[in-house]
């Protein structure tokens, strides 16, 4: 990103939706360029997976597999 980096690591992020197909590629490919990757918070089933890591700005990404009203849903139903 353009401009200086973060002064700290937080949790305030983006995320991304990618398809559940993906999530080992991308995981291979965050760990190719040496990124740091966050330890994601425990899920409850069917919430789907989610790839937290910092770039070297310390900018907080989220690539994730499902959506917010596929999470909400699950979450009505429990």
């Known amino acids: 990103m ?36 966050k330890d994601g918070r425990p899920r409850i089933s069917a919430e789907a997976s989610s790839i937290y890591f910092y770039d070297f700005d310390n900018h907080l990404f989220e690539l994730h597999t499902g959506t917010l009203s596929e999470r909400l849903n699950r979450y009505q139903q429990t």
């Open 2 to 37: 353009k401009g200086e980096s973060l002064p700290t690591k937080t949790y305030n992020h983006i995320a991304f939706k990618i398809a559940e197909a993906d999530f080992e590629e991308y995981c291979q490919r965050i760990e190719n360029l040496g990124l740091e990757i």
